[in-house]
């Protein structure tokens, strides 16, 4: 069945470093993909997403690119604030149930961005 | 638009009492989800409905959890009896399965569970 793969954190950067966050996914189909964010204490958000391969998501300075030939949705952002301390999740559509607006959630990825 | 409302924000309850989780979701939208968040299992996804409709409660932990949505503004999430190991945060998220904001979840903040 379709999956998704985030890289394990926590993720401990200085303020204003690059950031990437991995994701790869498992899917037989042409799922939409998205980023979510946590930030401490509340639920989760939508970030960005793409909906067809090739398309970039972005917003609040983050992107990531919907990569078919390898199955990817890396997050990336080029100069971290300590604000963007968060728990990010990447996720795919369920292809199979679309209609119901399923989502299938990666592991979540920690990061702490320090002064 | 209020967004999805979850109530209560905080439960402290005493192992074997009843519990009910409230969610209340963005007008409009046709479908519910129900997740469990800990730090030892992540985000779980519970049940979900569509047009009020249960669509898959296999993640449903066992006999003990039970989810109605009587109509299309209100759903309930009960535990009875209650168990330590159910302390974890609730989440209720809402969709819309048509349109340009097709499959996007919209997440409430999430009822904090404590079973003591």
């Known amino acids: 069945g379709n999956s998704v793969t985030q890289m394990e954190g926590p993720v401990t950067l200085s303020e204003e470093a690059f950031l990437t966050i991995n994701c790869t996914y498992t899917?037989?189909?042409?799922?939409?993909l998205f980023w979510y964010v946590q930030y401490p204490g509340e639920g989760l958000q939508l970030l960005l997403k793409?909906?067809?391969?090739?398309d970039k998501g972005s917003n609040k300075g983050f992107e990531a690119t919907y990569r078919k030939e390898t199955t990817s949705f890396h997050l990336e952002k080029g100069s971290v604030q300590v604000s963007d301390s968060a728990v990010y999740f990447c996720?795919?559509?369920?292809?199979?149930?679309?209609?119901?607006?399923?989502?299938?959630f990666g592991q979540g990825t920690t990061l702490q961005v320090k002064p | 638009d209020a967004g999805v409302i979850q109530s209560p924000r905080h439960e402290v309850t005493e192992m074997g009492q009843e519990v009910t989780l409230r969610c209340k979701p963005i007008?409009?939208?046709?479908?519910l989800f129900w997740y469990r968040q800990t730090m030892m299992r992540g985000l779980e996804l519970l049940i979900y409905f569509n047009n009020n409709v249960p669509i898959d409660d296999s993640g449903m932990p066992e006999d003990r959890f039970s989810a109605k949505m009587p109509n299309a503004s209100f759903s309930t999430l009960k535990i009875q009896p209650s168990e330590p190991r159910d302390s974890a945060v609730y989440f209720c998220?809402?969709?819309?399965?048509?349109?340009?904001?097709?499959?996007?979840?919209?997440f409430g903040p999430g009822t904090r569970l404590l079973v003591l």
């Open positions: 793409a909906t067809k391969a090739d």
């Open positions: 996720a795919l559509s369920d292809e199979w149930e679309s209609n119901t607006g399923k989502l299938i």
């Open positions: 899917a037989t189909g042409y799922p939409s």
């Open positions: 998220a809402s969709s819309l399965a048509w349109g340009q904001d097709k499959e996007t979840q919209y």
């Open positions: 007008s409009g939208h046709n479908s």
